[in-house]
């Protein structure tokens, strides 16, 4: 059974703040996805990350893939109040060519203060 | 516009009835899911359906229903044999390109 731990699962940070959620997981797969969620709302993708090594940037974010220590990163740089939200890593662990089937995180909530 | 809808938004059920959530999509995709989301936790697969008149169990499938007859939808009803119902459900449709799953605004039942 595949599992999938972040860590935290609570982040409160300054303004002006680096920091990095970790995403684990327990089986091979080299597909991994992030999403953002606000409170009461749907989930928004992020980023999709589809192979050993893989780096993608989106303003203040940056996640990363490194499938052989089956761990993906999630940076937020110089953060500011609007990325406050909780944020998913999901693991597909279908086979190549059927539709993907996702393993969420518990999530992390990030909090980010003045 | 392009997108992913559900209804309806909330939903009060008594105990013993069943429910029918609504979700369609018009993103041309094959693929659809069915999502349970309790306070504070993840997302854990109900049902999937990779192409029209098929679909799958999920993680916690006992207690719902499915029918995939039409690309487009893809219901969910939530039957009298689940125990605990209350939660947030969330729809979502898979791009076949990048495999990104897309997620509908969600309906929130409550069981009285």
């Known amino acids: 059974e595949l599992k999938v731990e972040q860590n935290p699962l609570f982040l409160s940070m300054q303004e002006g703040k680096n920091y990095t959620i970790y995403c684990n997981y327990s089986?091979?797969?080299?597909?991994l996805y992030w999403y953002r969620q606000d409170p009461g709302k749907s989930l928004e993708s992020l980023f999709v990350?589809?192979?050993?090594?893989a780096v993608k940037q989106e303003g203040r974010l940056m996640a990363s893939l490194d499938t052989k220590a089956r761990l993906s990163t999630l940076h937020i740089t110089a953060a500011v109040h609007d990325l406050s939200a909780t944020y998913f890593c999901a693991v597909d662990s279908s086979d190549t060519g059927t539709a993907s089937k996702l393993t969420f995180g518990t999530g992390t909530r990030l909090q980010v203060t003045l | 516009d392009g997108g992913i809808t559900q209804s309806p938004k909330y939903l009060f059920r008594k105990e013993g009835q069943n429910v029918t959530l609504s979700c369609e999509q018009n993103l041309n995709h094959d693929a659809m899911y069915w999502y349970r989301q309790d306070p504070g936790q993840g997302l854990r697969l109900i049902y999937y359906?990779?192409?029209?008149?098929?679909?799958q169990k999920g993680d916690i499938a006992e207690g719902y229903s499915v029918s995939r007859e039409k690309k487009e939808s893809f219901p969910l009803t939530v039957t009298s044999a689940q125990k605990n119902p209350t939660a947030f459900y969330l729809c979502a449709s898979g791009d076949r390109g990048t495999d990104t799953q897309y997620f509908g605004p969600g309906t929130r039942l409550t069981v009285l």
């Open positions: 359906s990779q192409i029209v008149n098929d679909f």
């Open positions: 990350l589809l192979s050993n090594g």
């Open positions: 089986t091979t797969s080299d597909r």
